[in-house]
């Protein structure tokens, strides 16, 4: 909420909430203030658009385009399955699962990602790696509030604008051709899990895959970006670029915080965190930082 080009408070499901000293959004960049390179914003953002033009324009180069973009959407298989991961044996750590296509060859595979013209490209043996990940194997409560149940999950990279033919269709009313390519790229996944484990076979309940969509709807995506922003170069050699990434930003009252603001990685954010807070409580900080380095040790090392 802004009054004045002045950051007052939020707004949560029709609620108006006000607050004292200053909001701090981690939303992400393209969330909060949009990315306008043909001068219109394609999704709606928390800052009103006037207000946070002065941001946006940091962000482009001398042509007037954004140079920094979104970071590399993701194609996610959640699996269900009627056994406990005890006894499916099923492992607490993530496996990498690479390419048959291209094998060792990592830059050729992420270079064929790249250039794929349809999501249908984007199986088990041709994108360029396959995150898989045993869920509930990590959470010691799990087997208490499910007993007899267990959740993996397989995770690939894709691009998002693979998916434009369906962005402005409902969730869960997609023509057929979307159903298609979901289902096709569900069973080349779960081949993949079955290669690691095989003991999982026949236990498999429930599966639902999302897509790039499915970030935009359920996290509140721009573009099914995983990371936010992308990290390449031109997102640091810009001064106006940090400029616009810095936590405080150029409505007054308004901070950010999240990988945005600093760099990807759960590490990360949480430092983030501490930056923004620092910022926006300047002044009085430098009494807190005795207690955060004294709490570094636990935090890295348990």
């Not at 869920?135 to 397989?154: I, R």
Request: proline share 4%; hydrophobic share 40%; with cysteine.
């Amino acid at each position: 909420m802004l009054r004045q080009y002045v950051a007052v408070g939020i707004r949560v499901r029709g609620q108006d909430i006000l607050v004292n000293n200053f909001v701090v959004s981690d939303a992400g960049f393209l969330a909060t203030f949009g990315i306008d390179d043909d001068g219109a914003i394609n999704k709606p953002v928390l800052v009103d658009a006037d207000a946070g033009a002065a941001q946006r324009t940091l962000m482009r180069n001398t042509k007037g385009t954004s140079t920094v973009t979104p970071c590399v959407s993701d194609l996610s298989l959640f699996i269900g399955l009627d056994r406990s991961d005890d006894d499916l044996k099923l492992p607490a750590q993530n496996i990498w699962h690479l390419s048959n296509d291209y094998g060792w060859d990592h830059d050729s595979a992420w270079e064929a990602m790249v250039n794929d013209t349809s999501p249908k490209a984007s199986t088990a043996d041709h994108t360029p790696f396959l995150f898989i990940s045993n869920e509930s194997a990590k959470d010691p409560d799990f087997s208490l509030k499910h007993p007899g149940k267990s959740t993996s999950e397989v995770i690939a990279v894709c691009r998002c604008d693979l998916f434009d033919q369906w962005a402005n269709t409902a969730h869960e009313s997609r023509d057929e051709n979307y159903l298609a390519i979901k289902e096709r790229l569900t069973e080349s996944y779960l081949d993949a899990f079955y290669l690691h484990f095989p003991q999982a076979r026949g236990h498999v309940c429930f599966t639902s895959f999302g897509t790039p969509l499915t970030m935009n709807k359920f996290l509140g995506r721009c573009q099914g970006e995983v990371y936010a922003l992308d990290h390449d170069i031109s997102r640091f050699d810009s001064w106006n670029v940090q400029r616009a990434l810095h936590p405080q930003t150029c409505v007054k009252n308004l901070y950010m915080t999240g990988e945005d603001a600093f760099l990807v990685s759960v590490t990360a954010c949480m430092i983030s965190g501490f930056i923004a807070a620092a910022r926006a409580t300047w002044g009085s900080w430098f009494d807190a930082l005795p207690f955060v380095v004294q709490g570094l040790p636990q935090i890295f090392f348990g």
